[in-house]
């Protein structure tokens, strides 16, 4: 598995897998496009070894929080599910920006997210706090509330550590 940035390139490709994903919530497609080109170097690619995209992670540093790492969507193709895809992304997202704390926000039914940001935290041996940021009154629709769930700090990863081998 390889992890790189995005490219515009990719930009169809992230729409289209998460259309194929199917739990997570779909943007226009000029939004793929626009994250892969201004913040490349926060929304990363998984590959295989024959090129083919199996999962992404989108993120930014929000401006007033320049020591964290805000993570949009992370998607990873059915048949990629289970081999450690979005832990590796994650890994790799924090050793590439240097990062001390990676932020997502999560509604309490989307269980896969909540384990896989509370299995980070436990395999980075560091802290992860839980709490309110979106009620439904906030959204213009049907749409759950969302907890911030903040992992952090980090002892930043780096390459060939015991954190995460994700290098098969």
Not at 12 to 17: I, K, N, R, V, Y
């Amino acid at each position: 598995m390889t992890y790189r940035c995005a490219t515009v390139e990719d930009g169809q490709h992230l729409w289209s897998m998460v259309k194929q994903v199917g739990s997570l919530e779909q943007n226009t497609a000029y939004f793929y496009l626009l994250m892969s080109r201004m913040f490349d170097e926060t929304c990363l690619v998984a590959e295989d070894s024959q090129g083919k995209r199996l999962g992404f992670v989108m993120a930014l540093r929000p401006p007033r929080r320049p020591q964290s790492i805000f993570v949009w969507q992370v998607g990873v193709a059915p048949e990629a599910r289970g081999k450690g895809v979005a832990t590796g992304l994650l890994v790799q997202l924090l050793r590439q920006t240097q990062a001390s704390y990676i932020e997502a926000t999560v509604s309490p039914s989307n269980l896969a997210s909540r384990a896989l940001f509370s299995g980070l935290a436990q395999q980075l041996n560091c802290k992860c706090s839980i709490e309110p940021y979106f009620q439904e009154h906030h959204f213009p629709d049907d749409h759950p509330a969302e907890e911030l769930f903040r992992i952090g700090p980090v002892d930043r990863p780096e390459e060939g550590n015991n954190i995460v081998d994700f290098r098969t």
